[in-house]
């Protein structure tokens, strides 16, 4: 973050300039040691984080072979659970 913004935690309010993940997956995505920039987004039920391309691609790499999970190309719209 840029700027210092409020968060609510336990009910108690904070203000932070960075967010801290510590998760296994991410260390094969970024470096050691290493920072890197993405952003943080609130859904109904959680948060999304975004990636640069850098990042990006390599958690498409790990999906694919994980996984057996192909990244959608940026044209394709994504498969529809609604039967129509």
Do not use: T
């Not at 960075?18 to 290493?34: A, G, R, W």
């Not at 109904?44 to 790499?61: H, N, T």
């Amino acid at each position: 973050m840029r700027k210092k913004c409020p968060i609510i935690l336990d009910g108690e309010e904070f203000a932070v300039s960075s967010i801290v993940v510590n998760y296994s997956l991410f260390n094969e995505i970024i470096e050691k040691e290493k920072s890197a920039k993405a952003w943080v987004g609130r859904k109904y039920d959680g948060i999304y984080i975004g990636f640069r391309k850098a990042e990006l691609e390599k958690l498409e790499k790990i999906a694919l072979e994980s996984f057996g999970i192909k990244p959608l190309s940026k044209l394709k719209k994504p498969p529809s659970r609604i039967k129509r």
